[in-house]
T-cell receptor
Framework: KNQVEQSPQSLIILEGKNCTLQ??????????LRWYKQDTGRGPVSLTI?????NTKSNGRYTATLDADTKQSSLHITASQLSDSASYIC???????????FGRGTSLIVHP | EAGVTQFPSHSVIEKGQTVTLRCDPI?????LYWYRRVMGKEIKFLLH????????ESGMPNNRFLAERTGGTYSTLKVQPAELEDSGVYFC????????????FGPGTRLTVL
């Protein structure tokens, strides 16, 4: 069964600090991995996408890494801002299927 | 360009009633997806349309759920009769071409069944 596990479940940090969110997956065959940001009351918005051959991808202050051997990914947020407060969801696509597998997300709160 | 829109944003109904959710995808997107997130769980796939045709409805929970996409534009998801366990946030997403391209999500409809 395809699964995506995220940790931590929730995280509180001070504005300006860095943080790293984790994603472990058991999806086969692997196609791609996306990190989404979901603000309260809104739908998920894609931050980064990585395929099997990519091990890092940046989008501004967001940097995602992928280790396809260990089936792990991380999302690093640099110099956090209040607007980074949101749920971050790891989503893994399977080769040959358009049905992605979602993690439960990490709820990030950035305090001033 | 307008994104994916969903209506209503919230719906509170009693068990046994009927509710219809609507999704308007991004114009020109042939692929339309419905997902659901039950409280405390991950987002799960319900079904996929390509234009007006149901490509995959393997995620639909049971026959109380009926999705349509007449004319290949907007889509509706009807729940009849609603049960308590149907409560959750229903997301719609669309993509311009198949499969592995990015899906653009709507804001979701929060359904509460009392």
């Amino acid at each position: 069964k395809n699964q995506v596990e995220q940790s931590p479940q929730s995280l509180i940090i001070l504005e300006g600090k860095n943080c790293t969110l984790q994603c472990n997956y058991t999806v086969s065959p692997f196609s791609n991995l996306r990190w989404y940001k979901q603000d309260t009351g809104r739908g998920p918005v894609s931050l980064t996408i990585m395929t099997f051959s990519e091990n890092t991808k940046s989008n501004g202050r967001y940097t995602a890494t992928l280790d396809a051997d260990t089936k792990q990914s991380s999302l690093h947020i640099t110099a956090s801002q209040l607007s980074d407060s949101a749920s971050y969801i790891c989503v893994v696509g399977s080769g040959g299927s358009y049905i992605p597998t979602f993690g439960r997300g990490t709820s990030l709160i950035v305090h001033p | 360009e307008a994104g994916v829109t969903q209506f209503p944003s919230h719906s509170v109904i009693e068990k046994g009633q009927t509710v219809t959710l609507r999704c308007d995808p991004i114009s020109g997107h042939d692929n339309l997806y419905w997902y659901r997130r039950v409280m405390g769980k991950e987002i799960k796939f319900l079904l996929h349309f390509v234009k007006e045709s149901k490509q995959d409805e393997s995620g639909m929970p049971n026959n109380r759920f009926l999705a349509e996409r007449t004319g290949g534009t907007y889509s509706t998801l009807k729940v009849q009769p609603a049960e308590l366990e149907d409560s959750g946030v229903y997301f719609c997403a669309s993509s311009p071409t198949l499969a592995h391209n990015e899906q653009f999500f709507g804001p979701g409809t929060r359904l509460t069944v009392l």
